[in-house]
């Protein structure tokens, strides 16, 4: 019976599209969510990650549907163009850049920003979207500009930006080992986060969606215990009670 239930319930599932194959530079958009710090999101990097600038990938350019994927570890200088959501777009007078390491998965969508297929890009007419951690201690309160007295508020929430992909060097936490790295307590079966991935198979995350092979061991002993989410502890309970 449990095995026509799983298969029911996959015959049921959004049509699988193929990750996307993007330029190392390129045009994307930027919103931003709200993390705890300290938390460990889907590729397992460390919680003092979040001590530094962090964010979250659409999930067809991050290369998989749950857990870790190839862009884990990924390092990137976003800097803003114009706002996407004012009317007219709104174009900063100063130039706003900041080096991400990606930690997080922003998942598939049907019309939101993390909604980019190879085929079909976001409202924008973007194929990646960069979810940033924000507002963080690690960004300052007044990194995104804005026109109160022209728009009435200063979040315009979706920005046009470039991206670039760097050497992880560039990003802020690259000194702290304790920022770099998975988790102690996930092993590679369930986390990676290369400090610097080059796109080698011994540094770059495979995709854990389309289970092909275990990840590189990226687990550091310099890491502190993170913001575990409520969510992956209910997984686990509900594993070992199975086990």
Known sequence: ????????????????????????????T??????????????GCT????????????QMAYGSSAAYGPGCGKCFNLTLLNSYTGTPPFFPT????????????????????CSGT?????????????????????IPDDFFPSNATLYGYTDFGVWNITYQTVDCSSWAGWKDASALG????????????????????NDTCPS?????????????DAAVVGYIPNVFLYVLGA???LL
Do not use: R
Request: charged letters at 10%; hydrophobic letters at 40%.
């Open 94 to 113: 100063v130039t706003k850049s900041i080096v991400v390491k990606i930690t997080d998965l922003c998942p598939l969508s049907t019309a939101g920003w």
């Open 118 to 138: 190879e085929k079909k890009p976001n409202p924008s007419g973007q194929y990646l979207n960069f979810d940033l951690a924000y507002p963080s201690n690690a």
């Open 182 to 201: 998975s988790v102690a307590y996930l092993d590679s079966s369930s986390a990676c986060c290369p400090g610097n991935p080059t796109g080698a198979i």
């Open 47 to 58: 919680g003092d990650s979040t001590l530094y600038p962090t964010a979250a990938l659409s």
């Open 1 to 28: 019976m449990l095995y026509f239930i799983v298969f029911a319930v996959l015959g049921c599932v959004a049509p699988v599209f193929a990750w996307i194959n993007y330029t190392a530079d390129g045009t994307a």
């Open 239 to 241: 594993l070992s009670m």
């Open 30 to 43: 930027m919103t931003h969510y709200t993390i705890p710090e300290g938390y460990v999101a889907s590729c």
């Open 208 to 220: 854990y969606s389309d289970h092909n092979g275990l990840a590189p061991d990226t687990t550091t």
